[in-house]
């Protein structure tokens, strides 16, 4: 049973929770109905600051993630995982219970009947010293508080159950730590306004300046100059730093101010590497920077995609992409957001996590699906991907695998104009596709003797035809190009030649029960199937699931080893900890340490080591989860 105060009241509600809002929106409304001044009203108020203060939260968190802006100035460097995600996940109670304390307030007090100015000097001056000598004090006398046995134990530790501060850890904690956190943020607010000094700007700018300080504490980024504590040594007992409440959370008993190291020094919990450290973050900016071993070198794939990344919405994109409401709110900032990545931008570092002690990175290509196809772009997209494979090899990236259309055979040849451009390259250019074939051949059960194949004169469909066939699987290849089979006919054995056969019409296979799409399947295509069916597939986007009397698996995928550390995104469509076969394949090239580039045509001879390597390392096809 949890201790008392230490749970929300809402806490069974989830997001119903946001319902309490209900009345202050209800009062607005009613107000505007009958024509009245909403601008008076302090429902409207406390709803405006409550928005102001999550979008506060929300940019905060934005910056914190944008790993191509912070990544050289981050306090501590592993990733943000899913656990911690998850349980963040209502890091804004503290907001609704503020919102709920406050027209409690208005209720009972007075205040809000006095006709407020914008501006009053006067209570900037007296909030700033009652923040300095209530507010400052009074935290630092809770928060130690806290910081003993029984209180940490029972509350604080949840706060501290966060392994990498987020601006969201900040409100991350029990209920009991956040009422003893409103007379600390109400008295500089209520203070002014008994003595005749409040104001509406001091209400909103001390609010929303308190979180905005909370914010910055804890969001992982060293965002000030070593200088200016130089030039002004004072300073540093006036404001505190990302890196010094980082301090905190690593070490528990020092450093426990609210914004003013001073009340450290006083109380004797002053970090004595504070200093030493953020000088050091602050001054070696991009220099001590880990190089990754792998880089994963995405693309986006649409507009409403394009919002799936944790620095835009973090919670969102832990969780497979799908298609929401709020998305259509966000594309006219998304189509600006394209336009500017189109026109400035080079490849940039999304998202990175640890697998067996080595860096995994994704960098991202700001070019969008559609701009693929289109035939002026052709150029500058593969100038881009090569500035991102030339700046790897700079950097002394081990593996760069090439991501969807970033490798199209009409492209680049699936990486084979960038190796033979520059053929000393140290970083090993992969497309993954080895490790994609071996995911659909094993998944195809061993007892079945015939297959039909769509896409089969492709770089995939090649592979798998010609390992079928040694299998003595007679492949239906479906292709009008008689030249192309037969060139893949004659590299397969002189024995196994006889398994491949040319198939021009999809009524070919209507008796075959296991079908292969490496090409877009129509419903009326599939109606060609028997009862029966199973359809394995490597086609994006993936086929319509048409036929009920039929069964369809899945992309070809692998489940990330269980020793991942600080993977907090989700791959596209991909279940959490789920990458495409691709990926997994670049990543292994990267475990095993093999030395040669990966690119063109996929070497059939190969398939099975790669198998059995990614299963050494713990990578598990997704069909096996779904089987099991």
């Not at 394209?338 to 640890?354: C, H, N, P």
């Not at 090649?462 to 060139?487: D, G």
């Not at 699931?545 to 991909?574: I, S």
Request: hydrophobic fraction near 45%; glycine fraction near 6%; include cysteine.
């Amino acid at each position: 049973m949890a201790a008392l105060l230490a749970t929300w009241p809402w806490e069974n509600l989830g997001s119903y929770k946001y319902l309490l809002y209900g009345p202050f929106l209800a009062q607005i409304v009613y107000l505007r109905m009958n024509e009245e001044s909403i601008k008076d009203s302090w429902c409207f108020h406390i709803l405006l600051l409550s928005s102001l203060r999550l979008i506060i939260h929300q940019l905060w968190t934005t910056y914190s993630n944008m790993h191509f802006l912070s990544l050289h100035r981050r306090v501590l460097h592993q990733g943000i995982d899913f656990k911690q995600i998850d349980q963040e996940w209502h890091w804004d109670n503290f907001v609704l219970l503020q919102a709920v304390v406050a027209a409690v307030a208005c209720l009972i007090f007075p205040f809000h009947d006095n006709n407020l100015p914008i501006w009053d000097t006067r209570g900037l001056i007296t909030a700033l010293i009652l923040h300095v000598v209530v507010s400052e004090p009074l935290y630092y006398f809770f928060h130690r508080l806290f910081h003993g046995d029984f209180l940490f134990t029972h509350y604080h530790s949840l706060h501290h159950s966060s392994p990498v501060p987020q601006p969201f850890t900040a409100g991350y904690a029990t209920l009991l730590e956040h009422v003893a956190l409103i007379p600390i943020l109400a008295v500089p607010v209520v203070g002014p306004m008994m003595i005749g000094y409040g104001s509406v700007g001091l209400i909103y700018g001390y609010v929303l300046a308190f979180d905005f300080l909370r914010c910055m504490g804890h969001c992982n980024i060293e965002v000030f100059s070593c200088r200016i504590f130089e030039a002004v040594p004072l300073l540093r007992y006036l404001i505190y730093t990302p890196t010094y409440h980082s301090i905190h959370h690593t070490d528990k008993e020092s450093n426990l101010c609210l914004f003013m190291p001073l009340f450290d020094l006083i109380g004797n919990t002053l970090n004595s590497k504070s200093w030493e450290l953020q000088k050091q973050i602050s001054s070696n900016a991009g220099k001590n920077v880990r190089v990754p071993d792998f880089v994963f070198l995405a693309h986006v794939v649409d507009i409403s995609a394009s919002v799936h990344v944790p620095f835009v919405f973090r919670s969102f994109s832990s969780y497979p992409y799908t298609t929401r409401l709020f998305i259509v709110g966000c594309w006219p900032f998304a189509f600006l957001a394209m336009l500017v990545l189109w026109a400035w931008a080079k490849a940039f570092t999304v998202s990175y996590y640890m697998l067996e002690g080595k860096l995994q990175n994704t960098w991202t290509v700001p070019r969008y699906g559609f701009q693929y196809f289109l035939p002026f772009a052709k150029k500058g997209i593969n100038r881009q991907i090569e500035q991102a494979i030339l700046k790897a090899d700079r950097l002394g990236v081990k593996v760069l695998s090439l991501a969807a259309l970033n490798k199209n055979e009409s492209l680049n040849g699936g990486g084979v104009l960038f190796v033979n451009k520059h053929p000393n390259l140290r970083v090993r250019v992969v497309h993954g596709n080895t490790l994609t074939a071996a995911v659909i051949l094993n998944d195809i059960p061993k007892h079945v003797k015939e297959v039909f194949l769509t896409g089969a004169t492709s770089k995939l469909g090649r592979a798998i035809a010609l390992h079928l066939c040694r299998r003595n699987v007679r492949v239906l290849m479906l292709t009008l190009s008689t030249e192309r089979f037969q060139k893949i006919q004659k590299e397969a054995p002189v024995e196994c030649q006889k398994y491949l056969v040319q198939v021009t019409k999809y009524q070919a296979a209507k008796s075959c029960k296991t079908w292969i799409a490496g090409k877009w399947i129509t419903p009326r295509e599939q109606s060609w199937a028997p009862a029966g069916t199973h359809f394995h597939e490597f086609v994006v986007p993936p086929i319509l699931h048409f036929r009920k009397d039929c069964t369809y698996g899945d992309l070809a995928a692998m489940k990330l080893p269980d020793n991942v550390q600080g993977l907090g995104n989700c791959e596209y469509t991909m279940e959490r900890g789920v990458v495409h076969a691709c990926h997994a394949g670049g990543m292994l090239h990267a475990l095993e340490g093999w030395t040669h580039h990966e690119v063109g045509a996929i070497d059939v001879d190969r398939i099975d080591i790669v198998w059995q390597a990614a299963l050494k390392h713990g990578f598990k096809p997704v069909s096996w989860s779904h089987k099991s």
